[in-house]
């Protein structure tokens, strides 16, 4: 099963508008985290934002914020006031802490494609 | 502070020879991870180093191999190379249990 679902292949939104990007997450674990990155052409991964499964507050790092809601298991990304230079791609990840192995690997999702058009 | 450090950026091999590939963490990141990714199958991972022992490993057969010197270097070995190894090979490097820092990756491609 999909641990990490992005049902957003591409999305397009206009410069300074805001968009969200969609995250679902499949865990039986407590205690995770979740991680979203963002990927330009030149294919770096750049990490963006960070939200543990604790936290009550949702993350945010300047213009990038992380709607989470637990109960149903999202982690949406939400930029505001879009730039032409956050057109890249972009990856929802989780990593869950398992009690007796600790932290199992980053899993991420396929991605959403996001086009900022001025 | 200096990145993650990833060497060669770009690689082009035959079916059948083999692969070496460097990834130089952060200073004072003991934790190194590798990712593959490619348009089929995403970003899937291969394994994890921490202070010179895997400490994880992902779902790929024994023609992938890696290791970590005593300073956190790693290198990841690729046997027998097939087709469908052409990829984006992605190296991550981490302080602690949550953040990783990747570097730009080094794309292989297989003729």
């Known amino acids: 099963a999909q641990k990490i679902t992005q049902t957003q292949p591409g999305m397009f939104v206009q410069e300074k508008e805001a968009v969200t990007l969609d995250c679902t997450y499949d865990?039986?674990?407590?205690?995770?985290?979740l991680f979203w990155y963002k990927q330009p052409s030149s294919g770096e991964m750049i990490f963006l934002i960070y939200q543990g499964s604790y936290d009550e507050q949702n993350a945010t790092e300047g213009r990038y914020s992380l709607n989470f809601q637990k109960a149903r298991k999202s982690a949406n990304l939400v930029i505001s006031a879009s730039q032409l230079g956050d057109s890249a791609m972009y990856f929802c990840a989780m990593r869950e802490q398992e009690e007796n192995s600790g932290n199992t690997p980053l899993v991420f999702g396929k991605g959403t494609r996001l086009s900022v058009i001025a | 502070k200096a990145g993650v450090t990833q060497t060669p950026r770009y690689l082009i091999k035959t079916r059948g020879q083999q692969v070496t590939l460097s990834c130089s963490p952060i200073s004072g990141h003991r934790s190194v991870s590798w990712y593959q990714q490619t348009p089929g199958q995403g970003l899937q991972f291969l394994f994890e180093y921490f202070s010179e022992t895997q400490r994880n490993k992902g779902n790929f057969p024994g023609r992938f191999s890696g290791r970590q010197f005593s300073n956190s270097r790693s290198e990841m070995n690729v046997s027998t190379l097939e087709l469908g190894d052409s990829a984006l090979y992605l190296c991550?490097?981490?302080?602690?249990?949550?953040?990783?820092?990747f570097g730009p990756g080094t794309r292989l491609t297989v003729l």
């Open positions: 991550a490097s981490s302080l602690n249990t949550d953040e990783q820092f």
């Open positions: 865990t039986s674990d407590q205690s995770y985290g």
